[in-house]
């Protein structure tokens, strides 16, 4: 079976632009969430969505939005970057939100360079 | 709020050794605690998954303990091999079960 898979790898975009990243889930999984991991630190939540619904939301600005799609796969969506929006974004996918083990599979990420 | 800490931030150790990385986290009312592995540019792999319920899981040479009262958690890594060089990330996620709380890792280096 497939796992998590994220694309694009990788992109580059400059300050003021907007970006779409997609995350496909583990086939059977309802659950995705994004988290945001910088340099050298711990990833860090941003959102989690179950069933289509938000779940939960980090402590993101209101520039980063996020949805899912009926076949669960995920998009995740940032306006006007910012520098300090370079990062590696992970997705990651479970099978429902607590229930069975609420063990979470990651993908590979999105490498997200802003200049 | 949770907070999770990891000790040593690195190790360097030479092939074959034993070892032990430390996890520590603040609020003792989670669901479970992840550890993870994360090669350099690369994802996470999930390694062990310990349900708050229970002490201790393992998986070949990895030994992970939860002591849930005092916070702590270690991942023992059994005759160390350069292919475990790596960055071991602890999580855990609290009982609503919404969002995994990471320590900043362990960058663990093993030379032959």
């Known amino acids: 079976d497939a796992g998590v898979t994220q694309s694009p790898t990788h992109l580059i975009k400059t300050r003021g632009q907007q970006v779409t990243l997609r995350c496909s889930p583990i086939s059977g999984h309802k659950s995705v969430s994004w988290y945001q991991q910088v340099l050298g630190q711990g990833p860090q939540f941003i959102f989690q969505?179950?069933?289509?619904?938000?779940?939960g939301r980090g402590n993101f600005p209101d520039r980063f939005s996020a949805r899912q799609f009926p076949n669960y796969s995920s998009e995740l969506n940032v306006n006007a970057l910012l520098l300090g929006d370079s990062a590696l974004y992970l997705c990651?996918?479970?099978?429902?939100?607590?229930?069975?083990?609420?063990?979470?599979?990651f993908g590979e990420g999105s490498r997200l360079t802003v200049l | 709020k949770q907070e999770v800490t990891q000790i040593p931030a690195a190790l360097s150790v030479p092939e074959g050794e034993n070892l032990v990385l430390n996890c520590s986290f603040t609020?003792?009312?989670?669901?479970?605690l992840q550890w993870f592995r994360q090669d350099p540019g690369k994802g996470l792999t999930s390694l062990l998954l310990i349900q708050s319920s229970q002490r201790e899981q393992t998986s070949g040479r990895l030994n992970a303990s939860l002591d849930k009262s005092s916070g702590r958690s270690t991942l023992y890594i059994a005759a160390s091999q350069p292919g475990d060089s790596a960055t071991y990330l602890c999580a855990v996620l609290g009982q609503a079960g919404t969002a995994l709380i990471f320590g900043k890792g362990t960058t663990l280096s093993v030379s032959s």
């Open positions: 609020d003792s009312a989670i669901y479970n």
């Open positions: 969505y179950y069933e289509k619904e938000e779940r």
């Open positions: 990651a996918s479970s099978l429902d939100r607590t229930g069975n083990t609420g063990e979470l599979f």
